[in-house]
């Protein structure tokens, strides 16, 4: 897509999307007036929901910055979400100037903003956000942009933060990684979180099952997975120390705050592909 080819796609304000709930609790922006009552909804049932986002945001510049240290150039950020501070491209770059990032979303709000934020900013000839969805890797993978931006002889550094809740096991997101781990050169790296609540606590297992339960009704259904189903989705990458861990415990800047109850709730890894 050239800058001036930008249209925004059509926005359905009345059904709440997890790309504009998420970036609410990352930020306290409220997008639309319309998100408002479902908003509240969360914050009556997941008191932590905003801690926890900040948190799992934390964890995709601390991977980004990871991967840029060690050499990737160019990264594919799937489930991007709304850009907001600590973008892949702004922690990225801070390492590589000329780093290359190609955003994936699949939702209206996240596409404009990206959109309109990298053409104002003339980050096109190095950035692209494009309209594809998870559950069709070769889309991605074949998009011009995707092409024109990604050398794929090169490492990769795939991003998969927070999305794959959203994607059902009918939709097999183990073969969809796959499909992604195949199609990258050896050295590339995947950082992954994953909502759990394997580890959580009785009073925070009720709080997520009804944050669940409202996600269910209100917009896209929301799958909850064990730390074994999580490894799963690392088949044939090398995990970095220390392996599976929580999201807020992986290569931390910051001391961990051990009162922090929403914790054991994110799963988090990076691997490598030997
Ligand atoms: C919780 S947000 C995470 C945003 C960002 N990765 C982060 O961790 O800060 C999940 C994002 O995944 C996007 N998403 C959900 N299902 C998707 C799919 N099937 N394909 C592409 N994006 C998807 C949503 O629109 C949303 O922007």
């Not at 009556?44 to 799992?56: C, G, L, Q, S, V």
């Not at 053409?119 to 998009?143: G, K």
């Not at 992954?192 to 409202?214: C, F, N, Y």
Request: with cysteine; glycine share 6%; proline share 8%.
């Amino acid at each position: 897509m050239s800058p001036s080819d930008f249209e925004p796609r059509p926005l359905d304000t009345h059904k709440p999307s997890s790309a504009r709930i998420y970036h609410h609790m990352v930020t306290g922006e409220v997008i639309f007036e319309s998100d408002l009552p479902f908003i509240q909804r969360l914050y009556d049932e997941i008191p932590f929901y905003p801690m926890w986002a900040r948190h799992n945001r934390q964890f995709l510049a601390r991977a980004v910055r990871y991967m840029a240290g060690n050499g990737i150039r160019q990264f594919l950020d799937i489930g991007a979400g709304l850009p907001t501070g600590g973008s892949t491209h702004e922690v990225a770059g801070e390492i590589i100037p000329q780093a290359r990032v190609v955003y994936v979303d699949n939702d209206e709000e996240a596409i404009n903003r990206a959109r309109e934020l990298l053409q104002r900013n003339q980050l096109l000839d190095t950035t692209a956000m494009i309209d594809a969805d998870l559950r069709e890797p070769e889309r991605i993978l074949d998009h011009p942009d995707t092409r024109r931006l990604i050398d794929f002889s090169k490492p990769v550094g795939l991003l998969l933060v927070s999305v794959l809740p959203w994607i059902p096991d009918a939709s097999q997101p183990a073969a969809l990684i796959a499909t992604l781990r195949d199609a990258v050169a050896p050295g590339s790296h995947i950082a992954m979180t994953h909502v759990s609540l394997q580890d959580a606590g009785p009073e925070i297992k009720k709080q997520v099952a009804a944050g669940a339960a409202i996600f269910a009704d209100a917009s896209t259904p929301v799958t909850l997975r064990t730390r074994q189903q999580f490894e799963t989705f690392f088949d044939g990458w090398k995990l970095v120390e220390p392996g599976i861990t929580y999201a807020t415990d992986w290569h931390p800047d910051q001391p961990l705050d051990n009162d922090d109850y929403a914790r054991p709730c994110n799963f988090a890894a990076l691997g490598n592909l030997p």
